[in-house]
């Protein structure tokens, strides 16, 4: 299942670039995008898993770059 989604105050391109390492680790995640400029990232997870995926990456965004808000 692919998702794109918008990302509300994110910063700068070196956190969408930890952004997108970290949740391209997370199992259940075949692709990700996240892009600075446009402030979306698009995901491609596996269907089943999509909600308990979703959890995790919300998680690794935070860590990353705490006032991040994925907007689903």
Avoid: T, Y
């Avoid at 670039?17 to 491609?44: C, L, T, W, Y």
Wanted: proline share 1%.
């Amino acid at each position: 299942m692919k998702k794109v989604f918008k990302l509300q105050d994110l910063d700068c391109a070196v956190c969408a670039a930890k952004m997108e390492d970290s949740i391209a680790k997370i199992e259940g995640v075949n692709s990700v995008s996240v892009s600075f400029m446009a402030q979306r990232m698009s995901i491609d997870a596996d269907e089943e898993r999509f909600e308990e995926v979703m959890d995790e990456v919300v998680k690794r965004c935070r860590r990353v770059e705490p006032d991040c808000r994925i907007i689903r």
